[in-house]
């Protein structure tokens, strides 16, 4: 007999244990009873499910709540329907009975979920659809460790907490619950009564689709289609291959002709131009800002919340694959931009989750970010480090994207992170390092490493910390690229001088050869460059309109013959001379002033150089493959060097980044090439610039100097006469 305080329990939605009192249960002498609570129901029947009979009329204990009834010539468990009456004098209504099901997650998953080994957790928690015993549905598992009660509320039940309260599986801190005909395309939600009595509702953390803000509820989908890649990842992500990346914010690289700021393309409509252009322009892989689920357009998708459902702004999750597939057609890599450090602290999401500080720091000084207010991953936590590795894994294998760039890791290994002395908590050594933040980067890439061959990562990571891109076994963190940070705030200080004061400055161009090789760099002309008031790449170089161009392109010819792999972001290809706007697309009609469009013939033909030569790319990453030539010219603001590759190949790079034309200017060549043509030269008039130059023609190697006509603000690239380059 079911007592008054269980009842109210469940009237009140405070019921921790359904399973214990509704569907079948015997009683003490052997008969079986059947409870069910139907918030709103006003009779119900049991059907027998094999046969359809009607078997009997349950009882009402508490009007238009709790049933119950004593089975008729039944002592054992039977598959069992239930006909429910909604409404007096209404029609009546055949239902599966979720409390007819057993639990759902083996002992195997929960021991592996509890000891936070399980590597792909998104096939055990959060929604799927799923058949038991013959009957269609939706699985829901999630962790709420400390919660007192958690019910799926939704779509398909009103919204009410006492229709659906979930089984606790202890071992592991979830609970579980499948419901009958929930299918994809119907919302839900959490809803968590905490340990201190109140009532929260969550977003799936696991969700793999979440509405279109500012709506919140996650929403029941399909799996994700597991893309077959079409080719081995690796031969294009390896350190010696020439990769040369395209930034994209996916929400305003395109909008629709008309729309406002909230207004987007699709996924398809991406796919149908994006790839096509990049490829086009020589790039070898796209990298996509944060295009997780997010609830404020204005963090560009860095402050997310859904890590594993693709925004709604750009429509249907499926999408997605056929993006990435489409940019497989075209020989391009993708990379996702990738948030581990922190998140916001919006009461849908992972804030306090099941009332405790449960995937965040409890204590602030450890838990929370000043930078951007919000909070920070608990990385010492198990179940957490669960959660987001399983994520770094989940777009890898299961979206069949290339690789990770991982923000905002130097906030990561640091507990002092933009925290003055007396307001951060020091390792368990007494250090400043986070190694529990270490220790999940480690583990994040030896799991990449084993599951995904040939995925990369790349961490943003502005500090000296020491190994960044070594293998974790020789001690390091694992990635296999590091942003170059350095090289990009001290080449772009320089380019900002007027030539005339740069002779002041040359050491901000030579000095990051002295760490080039240090790790496997990329040089990053990234989206924090043009935006937060800083204006575009165009509108940092000084000068006329001529000579704001021309440094440009020369400096693009720079990096390009720099060691490192590159990455431009969108807009930046055709000297976009406004600051980056998210709520806008590019501006798009500058590509019809010749000064623009020029820029972008270089941008594509420096990424042809740089992908057909292998003295520029193949050595990227070893000291082996540069050698100054003239790096002390400060007088002049004039370098050259060398790039070579292991089989002989070499480019000689030339930089003059004054606006006068260098006649003769003679540069020590080492023996070995008699002559020299030029392959690139960014005062082609082809290109926007003035077409002073050396006009193709074979330059000889005399007395060991080859004598060249310097273009102004302009970076030469020749090839030996003897390839025939």
């Not at 429509?315 to 931009?337: I, K, N, S, T």
């Not at 720091?361 to 990385?379: C, K, M, Q, S, V």
């Not at 930046?572 to 590509?591: G, R, V, Y």
Request: glycine share 10%; with cysteine.
């Amino acid at each position: 007999m079911v007592d008054d305080s269980t009842l109210q329990a469940l009237r009140e939605a405070r019921h921790g244990d359904p399973f214990a009192v509704l569907g079948q249960h015997a009683d003490d002498e052997g008969r079986l009873w059947l409870r069910a609570c139907l918030p709103g129901a006003q009779a119900v029947q049991v059907l027998d499910a094999a046969s359809g009979r009607a078997l009997c009329r349950m009882t009402v204990r508490e009007p238009a709540l709790f049933f119950e009834a004593l089975i008729p010539r039944r002592r054992k468990p039977f598959a069992y329907r239930l006909f429910v009456q909604w409404q007096a004098g209404g029609p009546w209504q055949r239902m599966d009975d979720a409390y007819a099901f057993g639990p759902q997650l083996s002992e195997a998953e929960l021991q592996q979920l509890a000891a936070g080994l399980h590597l792909r957790p998104w096939q055990v928690l959060g929604a799927h659809l799923q058949q038991v015993d013959g009957v269609a549905g939706t699985r829901f598992a999630v962790w709420a460790p400390n919660a007192r009660r958690v019910s799926v509320v939704g779509s398909f039940n009103q919204w009410d907490g006492r229709r659906h309260p979930m089984r606790r599986r202890h071992e592991a801190g979830v609970w579980e619950l499948f419901i009958p005909a929930v299918q994809a395309g119907d919302l839900y939600q959490f809803e968590i009564l905490a340990a201190e009595g109140q009532v929260l509702r969550k977003a799936d953390p696991y969700a793999r689709q979440a509405q279109f803000r500012p709506d919140t509820a996650s929403i029941v989908c399909a799996e994700p289609p597991q893309l077959r890649l079409p080719v081995d990842r690796r031969p294009v992500n390896r350190r010696d291959a020439p990769i040369s990346i395209y930034e994209v914010h996916a929400l305003s690289w395109r909008r629709p002709p008309g729309g406002g700021p909230g207004d987007f393309v699709d996924w398809d409509t991406l796919a149908a131009t994006l790839p096509g252009y990049a490829a086009g322009l020589g790039f070898t892989h796209i990298e996509l800002l944060p295009i997780s689920e997010h609830p404020f357009d204005g963090s560009w998708g860095y402050q997310t919340l859904g890590l594993y459902a693709p925004t709604a702004r750009l429509g249907d999750p499926r999408g997605l694959a056929r993006f990435v597939a489409a940019c497989h057609a075209q020989g391009l890599g993708v990379l996702l931009d990738w948030v581990p450090a922190h998140f916001p602290a919006d009461s849908h999401g992972l804030a306090q989750f099941d009332g405790t500080h449960l995937y965040e720091y409890a204590d602030p000084r450890e838990g929370f970010h000043r930078d951007w207010n919000t909070l920070i991953y608990h990385f010492g936590r198990l179940e957490t480090q669960q959660f987001l590795v399983g994520n770094a894994l989940y777009w890898l294998e299961q979206w069949g994207v290339d690789g990770l760039r991982v923000d905002a890791v130097a906030s990561m290994l640091y507990r002092d992170y933009s925290r003055p002395p007396g307001e951060w908590v020091p390792n368990v050594q007494g250090g400043r390092e986070n190694l529990e933040a270490i220790a999940f980067l480690r583990r994040m890439n030896e799991v990449i490493g084993a599951e995904a061959p040939g995925g990369i990562t790349v961490a943003e990571e502005s500090t000296s910390f020491p190994g960044v891109s070594a293998p974790t076994s020789a001690g390091g963190l694992g990635f296999h690229y590091k942003w170059n940070m350095g090289w990009m705030n001290d080449t772009l200080r320089y380019m900002h001088e007027d030539p005339i004061h740069r002779k002041w400055h040359h050491e901000k161009m030579s000095f990051g050869l002295v760490y080039a090789f240090s790790e496997n760099f990329v040089l990053p002309l990234s989206h924090d460059e043009v935006v937060h008031g800083k204006g575009s790449l165009l509108g940092k170089m000084p000068g006329d309109d001529w000579q704001r161009f021309a440094n440009l392109r020369a400096y693009y010819g720079f990096m390009w013959g720099h060691p490192g792999k590159k990455l431009l972001f969108m807009g930046q290809e055709f000297a976009q001379d406004s600051e980056w706007n998210h709520d806008a697309e590019l501006p798009w009609d500058l590509l019809d002033r010749p000064a623009h469009a020029g820029v972008q013939v270089l941008v594509r033909d420096l990424n042809r150089v740089y992908r057909e030569r292998p003295s520029l790319h193949r050595q990227d990453c070893e000291a082996a493959g540069f050698q100054w030539l003239v790096s002390e010219d400060r007088e002049l603001s004039v370098f050259a060097w060398l790039r070579r590759e292991p089989g002989g190949e070499q480019t000689l790079v030339v930089c003059n980044f004054t606006p006068v034309p260098r006649e003769g200017y003679r540069i020590p060549m080492p023996q070995g090439v008699r002559a020299w043509r030029e392959v690139i030269n960014t005062d082609a008039s082809y290109y926007g610039g003035s077409n002073l130059g050396n006009q193709q023609a074979a330059l000889p190697v005399v007395d060991g100097h080859l004598q060249l006509l310097l273009p102004p603000l302009a970076t030469l690239m020749l090839a030996p006469v003897e390839e025939g380059a």
